[in-house]
């Protein structure tokens, strides 16, 4: 995607389009995702685009990439809802205390075998 530097407000609304197009969920509002960014080789987050300084910062590291001939990213990072956080939380424990059940058995237990010749086989 080739952005056309010119409002906030354009960026994230292009930005809104394609998180839509991706996820398939046309009622995705911009309070479930953030978005960042940074120069497309660099390590780290990168920074947030939230507000008019951020968009400030980010015209200044734009055109200072598009000097050097380099790319920036735009990270969207999709937020979770908390009761969906919540149900994976407990399924996760109710997971690992089912594994852990599973390994106590596994490790107390002692197979029965009607014809043991079977095991040598």
Do not use: W
């Not at 594994?99 to 043991?116: E, V, Y």
């Amino acid at each position: 995607m080739e952005i056309q530097v010119s409002l906030l407000d354009d960026i994230l609304i292009e930005v809104h389009f394609y998180v839509e197009k991706l996820t398939g969920d046309k009622d995705i509002i911009h309070s479930d995702y953030s978005v960042s960014f940074k120069s497309e080789k660099a390590t780290g987050v990168g920074s947030q685009l939230v507000d008019l300084q951020d968009y400030k910062k980010f015209l200044l590291d734009y055109e200072n990439l598009i000097e050097k001939c380099k790319n920036m990213a735009i990270i969207v990072s999709l937020k979770k809802d908390k009761k969906q956080k919540r149900k994976e939380v407990l399924h996760s424990e109710d997971s690992e205390d089912e594994n852990t059940n599973l390994q106590k058995r596994k490790k107390k237990g002692i197979p029965k075998l009607d014809n043991f010749s079977e095991v040598l086989q």
